[in-house]
């Protein structure tokens, strides 16, 4: 955590909506700057309870920013800045399972990445590192938030796989058709470069994915349009809050997971030869390790 700053352990990345919530107390709102540019919005940053929790809106307040404009590294730098080591990321998405249905949420554990044009790594400029991913939502923190999701009393789905596509166009048929084909899930527009970072980060994150649609694979249905999701995320907002007071209880002060230690073994450059900006700019993060 950096000096003078408000400390929050739980760090949520939500959408249009989901800035605050209820009951928090000693509310401040924070605007950072970040080697990585400056984040999405201001952090509100407070306390439920005696847990300190932030909330930063994924595309900004007013949602103005396409997903592959969101400053993903300089969202979870910042949230490295206020001590956060646990994400709990909202994302909306569409779904390939006639039983996974719109209104329904899903707490995923696998991911294809299919975005093209985003930043997905705090590595590069002399130094190269290549973190463990083939769990890439930290299961501890799911399994919390699924139970959260099921004692919040909605029709939620454990497990499953994510398509995370660039967008901002929705799928073609044909492509909707091929994801359904290979056994996938979900699909949506943001989950990476978060996660990938947050590992990097050496933070929890996992995903609760509200399901909106059914993309456009499904014939009977009309097809995806803007208005059908704001409006099926709005009526999830409540329900998301709801699940976030129950999850936060629960999330332990002390992790077990490896998710603080995926960098231990990552770094494979030699430490006298990372460039000391390198070392400096990412010093928050790998600065442990040098």
Same mark, same amino acid.
């Given at each position: 955590m950096s000096p003078n700053l408000p400390s #929050? !352990? $739980?760090?949520?990345?939500?959408?249009s909506g989901l800035y605050e919530m209820e009951g928090m107390t000693d509310i401040q709102e924070v605007s950072l700057d970040?080697?990585?540019?400056? /984040? =999405?919005? #201001? @952090?509100? *940053?407070?306390?439920?309870?005696?847990?300190? @929790?932030?909330?930063? /809106?994924?595309?900004?307040?007013?949602h103005v920013l396409l997903p592959t404009e969101v400053p993903s590294r300089a969202n979870i730098y910042a949230f490295k800045m206020l001590g956060i080591e646990t994400i709990i990321s909202i994302n909306s998405c569409g779904s390939f399972k006639e039983n $996974?249905? /719109?209104? &329904?949420?899903? @707490?995923? &554990? +696998? *991911? $294809? &990445?299919?975005?093209?044009?985003? *930043? =997905?790594? %705090?590595?590069?400029?002399? $130094? *190269?590192?290549? @973190?463990? %991913? =083939? +769990? /890439?939502?930290?299961?501890?923190? =799911?399994?919390i938030l699924f139970k959260a999701t099921e004692d919040a009393g909605a029709n939620v789905h454990k497990g499953g796989t994510f398509i995370a596509m660039e967008g901002p166009a929705f799928s073609t048929k044909a492509e909707s058709l091929m994801y359904k084909a290979w056994g996938a899930d979900i699909i949506g527009m943001t989950v990476l470069p978060e996660a990938?970072?947050? !590992?990097? #980060?050496e933070m929890c994150y996992a995903s609760i994915a509200l399901v909106t649609d059914y993309d456009c694979w499904m014939e009977r249905e009309k097809p995806v349009t803007v208005d059908v999701i704001l409006a099926c995320m709005a009526s999830n907002i409540e329900m998301a809050k709801k699940i976030i007071r129950l999850a936060v209880g629960r999330i332990p002060a002390k992790r077990t997971c490896e998710c603080g230690t995926a960098l231990a073994t990552t770094i494979v450059t030699a430490r006298d030869k990372i460039p000391a900006e390198t070392k400096e700019k990412l010093k928050l993060i790998i600065g442990k390790y040098l």
């Amino acid at each position: 955590m950096s000096p003078n700053l408000p400390s #929050a !352990r $739980i760090g949520v990345i939500g959408g249009s909506g989901l800035y605050e919530m209820e009951g928090m107390t000693d509310i401040q709102e924070v605007s950072l700057d970040t080697p990585f540019g400056k /984040p =999405s919005d #201001a @952090i509100t *940053v407070g306390k439920l309870g005696e847990t300190g @929790i932030a909330f930063l /809106p994924r595309h900004g307040r007013g949602h103005v920013l396409l997903p592959t404009e969101v400053p993903s590294r300089a969202n979870i730098y910042a949230f490295k800045m206020l001590g956060i080591e646990t994400i709990i990321s909202i994302n909306s998405c569409g779904s390939f399972k006639e039983n $996974i249905r /719109p209104g &329904d949420l899903v @707490i995923p &554990d +696998q *991911v $294809i &990445d299919r975005t093209r044009g985003r *930043v =997905s790594t %705090f590595f590069g400029n002399g $130094i *190269v590192g290549h @973190i463990p %991913f =083939s +769990q /890439p939502f930290c299961p501890h923190l =799911s399994d919390i938030l699924f139970k959260a999701t099921e004692d919040a009393g909605a029709n939620v789905h454990k497990g499953g796989t994510f398509i995370a596509m660039e967008g901002p166009a929705f799928s073609t048929k044909a492509e909707s058709l091929m994801y359904k084909a290979w056994g996938a899930d979900i699909i949506g527009m943001t989950v990476l470069p978060e996660a990938k970072l947050a !590992r990097e #980060a050496e933070m929890c994150y996992a995903s609760i994915a509200l399901v909106t649609d059914y993309d456009c694979w499904m014939e009977r249905e009309k097809p995806v349009t803007v208005d059908v999701i704001l409006a099926c995320m709005a009526s999830n907002i409540e329900m998301a809050k709801k699940i976030i007071r129950l999850a936060v209880g629960r999330i332990p002060a002390k992790r077990t997971c490896e998710c603080g230690t995926a960098l231990a073994t990552t770094i494979v450059t030699a430490r006298d030869k990372i460039p000391a900006e390198t070392k400096e700019k990412l010093k928050l993060i790998i600065g442990k390790y040098l």
